[in-house]
Structures are given as C-alpha cells and as structure tokens.
C-alpha cells in the first residue's frame, strides 16, 4: 500500500494547545486504528465535543479521572497526611526517575520498538559516573565531568541498541534483552559489585538540592516532559517517528531515512537513563549495579496507560506522564494507609488491562478506517 | 518483687540519679524479660506484662515507622514479623509498618512520608544501607531518631542508633567450626556458597571466613553466590558440586537458599562432606537435630533485629534508657551476637528461630 505523503504544516492546526496530540498530521502514512484528523474535512460549523475528541481530549480525560479518584482516595483515607504540599512533593521526587525514562520510553514504542535494557542503561551509567566520583576524577576536575560520563555512556548504549536493531535487523525485543544483561554485568564489573558513594560536594549542591522549595529533579523531570512533548508532537523528528513506528515501508517511500531514525530513538532513550541515573545519583548518593532493577517494567507500564500503542505509530506524552504520576500516587496512597505492597501490585495489573481496554474501546468508537 | 521507679525526666537530674539506677538495674535484672514469660512468648516483655518501675511499663504513646526490604526469603519475613509482633504487645506504640520494598526509590518514599507524618521515631532496614543515607540524615535533622538495623549507613550521623548482626562473626564462627571438624586434614577441599555478592554484608561475612580458616591453614578452594532464594541456591550449589568432585567442607551463607542448597546435594547423592548452614532457620536446625543429613551446624544471624530495633526506638522517643547498663542514654550501636548452633545446643535456639 502507498500514500501520497503531503507535507502538512502545523500552521493548518487550530489550536497551540496538545492539537492531535498522540495523532500523526494529516496525510502521513498511518496506522489503521489512528485517528486521522484532517483539517481539510471538518467543517467550522461543527462542535465542541468533536474537536475536543478530535484533538484527543477525551482519551486524556480518562487518565485525569483516574489520577484525580486516586487522590480522592488518598485524601480520604490519609486525610491531611495525603492532601498537603510535604506529600504532593515526595510523590513528585518518586516520580521523577520513572518519569524521565517513561518520555524517552514513548518516543521508541512510538516508533515501533521497544528498549528492555532501560534500567540496566541507568544502573551503568550511575556506577560508571560514581566511578569518577570515587576515584577523584571529577573532584580535580569538575563535577560536570560525571555529568557528561552519564550522559555518554547512555548516549553509547542506546546507540549499540540502535545499530543492532536497524542495521542487525535483531527484534528491538531481543536485542535490548541483551543490553539489559549484559550493561548490568559491566557495571557489577565496573563497580566490583559495591555500592559507590559520591561525596563530591558540587554535584550533590546543584542535583540534590531544591529552588524555591522544589527539588531540582523535579524540574528537570519537567523540563524533559516539555521537551519531549514539543519534540514529538512539534517537529519533523516527532513527525518522522510516528510515520516510522505506524508504517515503515510508507515511510521509506516517503523519504524518510528509517534505520538512521530508529538509531537516533534509541540514542535519545538513551540519555534519558543518563539523566535519570544522575537523578538516582543525586538522590540516593550512591552509584551501584542495583540500581533501576526492574524499572523497565513500571516504564513500560506508564507508557501504555498513557495511551500510547505498543504496536507503534502512536504516542503521547502527556498520557505518559499522566501514566507516570497514576502508579507513583497509588504507590503514595498505599504508603499512607500500610498496605501491603502484594494487593498493589495485583491493583497495578489491573489497572493496565482496564486502561487498554478502555483505549481500545474507545478507538473502536471513533475508529475512521 | 518491686523496684523502686526509675521515671526519668531530664538529663541532668537522671546523671545525679545514676547511683540509684545502678543498684535498681542490678536488682531489676531478677524480674525483666530476661525471664521466660508463661505464655511462652519470649520475644520481649510488652506493657501488658510489664512490672512496676521496668521499662515496660506504659509510657507516652509513641508512633514509630517501620520500613524494611521486600519479604522475599524468610529471614527477611521473619524480621517484619517478629516487629510487628513486639509492636503489639506494647501498648504505647502505634507502629506505622511501610511494606517490603526492593526499590530504594519507593523506599525513600517512604521514609519521607514518615517525617510528613512526623513519626516519633523510624527503625529503618534499608535495602542498600548507602543509598538510604541522605534520606535518613534528612529525618535526623527533622529531629525524628533513625535507628538503623542489618545494613549500615555510610555516614554514622544519619543513626541514633544501629543494631547489627555480626556478619564478619559469622564468617568467623563457620570457619572456625570448619576448622574444628577438618583442620587436620591435609589439604582439605573447602567450599563457599555466598548470598547475594554485591551486599557490603556478604563481603563481611566471607572476610571472617578466610581469616578463620587462615588460622588453621586452609584456603576457600571453590566459592559460588547465589541470591537468598531456594532456587538461587539449588543452581549454585549445583554448579560447584560439577566443579568439585570431592569436598570436606562447604559453607553456605544463608539457610533460605540453603533449601535449594540441600535439594542440589540430594539429587546429586553427595555426602562425603559436612555443611555449615548461616541464619539459623528453623527447618535448617531440625534438620541438624535430625543428624540424618550432610547439614551439621549453622551459624545465627538473628531475624529479630528489627524487634530489638523497636524496642530502643521505644526507648528513644520515650526518653528512656537500656535499663541493664549504667549509661543514662540508650547506646549508640548494639551488635548481635553469631553463635554456633549443632546438635549439641539446637534446643537452646529452636524456639527463637524463623521458618524459611
């Protein structure tokens, strides 16, 4: 199957808010259970509630719900231990990790892959910039260095991904699995299985510290939120990715440069675990092999509440970072009341089949195809 | 018998008072939990059974926070337990228990929920003792007292208190044991199956190990980790007994993963050697009792740290002291001690024991 590819330009949008969030612009090659919102057809005259579901509003709404009756109940059951700002800002710092990790999470299961190794990536990176930490490189020299390493050795990582996926042709499944076993092993060799401690004061002042009463991993954790939204949904990168992930082939045909794209997603997941292993870094003081065990599992999980489809071709980060803050807030509320952590991971389950159920209600009413 | 009251009040006028103290702790000692209770529960006195005068006895009701890793081997079940038992029998303390994590961000979550809610006191048995020192100095600066148990801060301002097992001592203890039993032996083949090798505690445990057997001339010929789990323990220990065809002695840190440990020796019909278990779990010492297996001995490292951790966060946030020591203040580390349990002394430890 081929489509004419015509360049659209985001000036046909309507509105600067989340327009068609999550949906590719008119007239890129598309996947068959996306929604198409094309400027062209829709009429003035016509509703509210039709551009509202058109630029993917209600599937937002339901997460909102979601997030919202979560702190319903917290506030119920903990009263002012839940509902006040000490709480509002531990939920945020816990988020903050996963958070990070979920935004470069969205724009690779977007562009039809997937990246296991996520977690294993952020314990490396953590144990290769305490390294420097301990063995007083970054004290003679500045502490950006470990920033710098981090960022690097993600960075690398996410490109070995990259390659072996595209130029390879391994599953992303497969080959990230790889990744994710062999980064934890270098970095129990790196470490010598020890948990590294960072006493370098210049790193610890600026990662660890809060402006205004707000931690700085949480604005950071802001900032790439934004950054990913604007990229995805705002950019020929974003357009790019959505083509790639929803049709390949049409893609290719379209000009687009897929392996060199799909190298590049797993480079930019990749310095999301550099930035979130210098957000652990900072906020456990420690670098180790044992960090973001099994994080790529509460990663995945937020990225698909969030609404974003496994199969490719849709993403969305506001979903994610809705998906993000509604498991850290039940985490929170399951805290406050001390209960067991089991009846919340079978709550957990739960709620991802109740969430894609409803998706994939939901797109089967509004489905155009 | 009745004791004349210790009731605290401030520093000053309890260091005048210490005389007094010493002569009413020595005749004390008589009538605290030392003795064996009727109910058979032995696991600390509790106000309800508290004689006048003791620290038992009610105080001002306190909250205290509990957080400790995920109950993923029975150790470490048993800990969580054996607190929230103590816990109950007091009834000035309302335990506030955080459930079993092994993510140390959802466990600084915790943690910081705790000194939200302004708890009196937090008894913390970190996952990664390291990783947990920010969070915990955060508490003590909120003036909440951390006592920290098992695994160790890597700043000791970030504790009142640490209650520790003695993992080097039982490094020790299993060594020296192995030596009792093989020493004479020319180059007898020891063997070594860890828990989980990136925990400082592991290191300890193997340091005391080598530097036992040192003093009898023997080496660690073959050593393997595995994880605390059955399974982890079934495949390394089938892995070693592949590698060595014939053993003298084999240590193995942790009688959790020494169920799998033992299943690997069964299906492989192995028993040329002694074993030395590490823990003291129930099952591991029945099986001592027994005598029909190649498991002889093991070496405790006791589950009720967090209940002993309890106990002195009690004491902390209710201005009190050990009431067995001179010192007016409550003790700034407690270290368990890492006996050896056979045949000969099973019964003493069988009560106190956790089940795998």
């Not at chain 1, 829709?42 to 630029?55: H, M, N």
């Not at chain 1, 937002?60 to 119920?76: D, N, Y």
């Not at chain 2, 005749?27 to 030392?34: D, G, K, Q, R």
């Not at chain 2, 040192?214 to 070693?240: H, I, K, Q």
Request: glycine share 10%; with cysteine.
């Amino acid at each position: 199957m081929t489509e004419h590819v015509q360049a659209s330009s985001s000036k046909d949008r309507e509105s600067p808010s989340a327009a068609g969030e999550g949906v590719p612009p008119a007239g890129t090659a598309s996947h068959q259970t996306m929604v198409v919102d094309d400027p062209t057809t829709r009429s003035r005259g016509q509703g509210v509630l039709q551009w509202l579901s058109a630029v993917g509003f209600f599937r937002i709404l339901g997460l909102v719900v979601a997030l919202v009756v979560i702190c319903v109940v917290g506030a119920l059951t903990a009263g002012s231990n839940f509902a006040n700002s000490d709480n509002a800002l531990t939920i945020l710092r816990g988020a903050a990790v996963v958070g990070v990790l979920s935004v470069g999470m969205t724009f690779v299961i977007t562009g039809g892959g997937i990246d296991l190794s996520v977690g294993a990536i952020l314990a490396l990176s953590s144990v290769w910039c305490t390294t420097l930490a301990t063995q007083t490189m970054a004290r003679d020299n500045h502490w950006l260095v470990m920033v710098f390493v981090a960022l690097a050795v993600g960075a690398g990582c996410g490109l070995v991904n990259g390659l072996l996926v595209s130029y390879g042709r391994i599953v992303p499944f497969v080959a990230t699995l790889a990744m994710l076993i062999a980064a934890r092993g270098l970095a129990e060799i790196l470490s010598d299985k020890k948990t590294q401690i960072v006493d370098v004061d210049g790193f610890t002042d600026v990662f660890a510290s809060d402006y205004l009463g707000i931690d700085f991993s949480i604005y950071l954790f802001a900032l790439v939120a934004v950054v990913g939204w604007v990229l995805l949904n705002r950019t020929t990168f974003g357009r790019r990715t959505f083509a790639v992930g929803g049709n390949p082939e049409a893609a290719r045909l379209a000009g687009i440069n897929v392996r060199r794209h799909t190298v590049l997603l797993y480079v930019l997941v990749g310095i999301c675990c550099g930035i979130a292993a210098l957000m652990l870094v900072a906020r456990t003081t420690t670098g180790t092999s044992t960090h973001g065990t099994l994080i790529e599992l509460d990663v995945i999980a937020a990225v698909v509440i969030g609404g974003t489809l496994l199969a490719g071709g849709r993403g969305t980060i506001t979903g994610t970072v809705l998906g993000v803050l509604i498991f850290t807030t039940l985490t929170n509320v399951f805290i406050q009341n001390q209960r067991d952590s089991s009846e919340q991971s079978v709550l957990k389950g739960a709620v991802i089949v109740a969430a894609v159920l409803l998706q994939q209600w939901l797109a089967s009413r509004k489905s155009t195809t | 018998m009745t004791v004349k009251s210790l009731k605290k009040r401030s520093t000053p006028t309890r260091i005048v008072g210490s005389g007094v103290a010493v002569v009413a702790v020595l005749a004390m000692s008589a009538c605290t939990s030392n003795e064996a209770e009727d109910d058979g529960d032995e696991r600390g006195g509790g106000s309800a059974q508290a004689e006048a005068g003791s620290n038992d006895e009610a105080g001002d009701t306190v909250v205290i926070g509990f957080s400790a890793p995920a109950a993923d081997h029975g150790w470490m079940a048993s800990i969580t337990e054996a607190t929230e038992q103590v816990a109950g029998q007091y009834d000035d303390v309302e335990l506030k228990v955080a459930t079993g994590t092994n993510d140390v961000n959802v466990q600084i979550q915790q943690v910081e929920t705790f000194i939200n809610e302004g708890v009196d006191a937090i008894v913390l048995l970190p996952f990664d003792g390291a990783a947990m020192t920010k969070v915990a100095l955060k508490a003590m600066d909120a003036g909440i007292p951390v006592v920290n148990v098992d695994r160790e801060f890597s700043d000791p301002n970030a504790a009142r208190v640490t209650v520790l097992g003695d993992n080097y001592g039982m490094g020790v203890s299993a060594g020296t044991y192995i030596c009792e039993q093989v020493g004479d032996k020319a180059g007898a083949v020891v063997a070594e199956i860890a828990g989980i090798d990136s925990l400082p505690l592991t290191q300890d445990r193997s340091r005391g190990f080598k530097d036992a057997l040192a003093e009898c001339g023997l080496d660690v010929d073959n050593r393997v980790a595995a994880d605390f789990t059955v399974e982890g323990g079934e495949e390394a220990a089938s892995n070693l007994l592949q590698a060595e065809p014939k053993i003298d002695a084999v240590w193995n840190h942790d009688d959790d993963q020494g169920v799998g440990v033992l299943a690997a020796i069964e299906n492989a019909n192995r028993d040329e050697f002694i074993m030395v278990g590490g823990a003291g779990s129930a099952n591991a010492m029945r099986a001592i009792k027994d005598g029909d297996s190649v498991l002889k001995a093991t070496v405790i490292y006791p589950s009720t740290q967090g209940a002993d951790g309890l106990k002195l966060a009690r004491l902390l946030a209710q201005d009190r002291a050990v009431s067995d020591l001179v010192e007016v203040e409550v003790p700034r580390q407690v270290q368990l001690y890492a006996p050896v349990v056979t045949a000969d002394n099973v019964d003493q430890y069988l009560d106190t024991a956790f089940e795998s």
